[in-house]
């Protein structure tokens, strides 16, 4: 199976700074990397797909990059509706694996 | 609107079986591949299942190899989890999914139901 590490497990911070999330994959996956945020009591929801793509809905201040092994998801000016919980998911083969989660809360 | 309705979640007695069901509405159902995904409290994601539009071709996790079977009416527009020889480790929320139906690399769940719970306790 395609591990998925994800980092860090949780991060502190404020209304309008810049964050990244990184996920390795344990073996190349191409582009195939999913990003999505879940709050509490909530069912996921998908931000951004193939690595770099924006979901039709989420906010531009979302982006995605890499291919391989290393991808990343960035949030540009975090507002106060980005406090919630992020996986990777890898969707290059089944298993389809998610990262451990990384809870995003405010400082 | 694409909705997703999970039902059928319950506390069951480890060993046990249950059928998970989920409604599917808003969406053409027989055109797409849809997934199981579960989240045991307090935990992680887990993909665990996923079926092709027309129930040729299923795929599942390790973990359920065995003892979870996945199916689906198209008529009906329902998908189902059959779940055996159920485990105290299965405890979670699962989840229906829809897949988006993209081709590679485009392949994630766009939508999601709401969850149903499965306890597994004696």
């Known amino acids: 199976d395609i591990q998925m590490t994800q980092s860090p497990s949780s991060l502190s911070a404020s209304v309008g700074d810049r964050v990244t999330i990184t996920c390795r994959a344990s073996?190349?996956?191409?582009?195939?990397v999913n990003w999505f945020q879940q709050k509490p009591g909530k069912a996921p929801k998908v931000v951004i797909y193939a690595a770099s793509t924006l979901e039709i809905g989420a906010p531009s201040r979302f982006s995605g990059s890499g291919s391989g092994t290393d991808f990343t998801l960035t949030i540009s000016s975090l507002q106060p509706e980005d406090f919630a919980t992020y996986f990777c998911q890898q969707s290059f083969r089944t298993p389809y694996t998610f990262g451990q989660g990384t809870k995003l809360e405010i400082k | 609107e694409v909705q997703l309705v999970e039902s059928g979640g319950v506390v069951v007695q480890p060993g046990g079986s249950l059928r998970l069901s989920c409604a599917a509405s808003?969406?053409?159902?027989?055109?797409?591949?849809m997934h199981w995904v579960r989240q045991g409290p307090g935990q992680g994601l887990e993909w665990i299942t996923l079926i092709s539009w027309d129930g040729g071709s299923t795929k599942y996790a390790d973990s359920v190899q065995g003892r979870f079977t996945i199916s689906r009416d198209n008529s009906k527009n329902s998908l189902y989890l059959q779940m055996d020889s159920l485990r105290a480790e299965d405890t979670a929320m699962y989840y229906c999914a829809k897949d988006k139906g993209g081709a590679f690399p485009e392949v994630y769940m766009d939508a999601w139901g709401k969850g149903t719970t499965v306890t597994v306790s004696s």
């Open positions: 808003g969406f053409t159902f027989d055109d797409y591949t």
């Open positions: 073996q190349r996956i191409s582009t195939s």
